[in-house]
């Protein structure tokens, strides 16, 4: 098993320097991955549904660090750890431009780049950023994933879709990632886990909230449906990474049944739910651990570290 952290992108602890200490910390402590969130901006009033709280409102105040800036600065403060989007709303940016920026990071942090990629939920952003049309956001991510698939490894380029053309172009250097950087679909809808089957090298759910718990028999329904689907795809199954997102002590809020939320409670409960998970076939586990300060967080990550790993 191998476990990533979520770096903040809003609030009182997204500043430079916190984000460097809790990044640094987290790869002396052998964590795998850093995760960056994305958003852009924020409407006043909004009448989309986030889906990741139960009352389908989001938490956040209209503040947001930009994701691959984050990245960026990260990429320039750390050596080994794995620099991930998630997820990237593909839509909100233009497609080749896009493609650019993820092979320049791939290239300038020595190859630790994974585009974790969604198709996004907040219909007024989209608006805000002319983006695609919202209704069309899942066949447009498809067709963004095809466009820098192609130009990540070919030079000169040709592409007429739907949604975006261009004629002969180069758009180097490649990513140093061979054949390209990974990409891990996020979502556990039917077409989140169609799109994982037929563009992905990894699926990246979120669970153990209260919106969306996804327990472990759960996850291993949703796992059989993607061996199927890959099968359809003539992919290998064997060869996709299955990441998972939860919180980490998060104790003050059960399960909707009113038991323990996974990941919660002692050393040995959270190590019980890693042997769960990893039995069904994750392997990495994403935790949030953001709190009300980087020295909480930075407590949390060493906590997991000293008494949970050596469990397992």
Known sequence: MRYGFYLPTRGPTATRDGILALAREGERLGFHSAMIADHIVFPVESQSEYPYTVDKKH????DALETFSILGVVAGATERLRLVTSVLVLPYRNPVLTAKMVATLDVLSGGRVTLGVGV???????????????????AVTDEWLAIFKQLWSTSPATFKGKFYDYVDIRCEPFPLQKPHPPIWVGGHSRAALRRTARHGDGWHPVGAIAASPLPPQEMRA??????RLCDGERRDFGKLLISYKAPLYDVGIPDRDGTRRSFSGSPDDIAGDIRSFAAIGVHELIFDCRGESIAGSIERLQRFAAEVIPKV
């Open 120 to 138: 996004g939920w907040l219909k007024e952003e989209f608006e805000a950023l002319d983006s695609p049309d919202f209704e069309h956001r899942g």
């Open 59 to 62: 938490p956040g105040g209209g």
């Open 222 to 227: 949703h796992i059989d449906t993607l061996k």
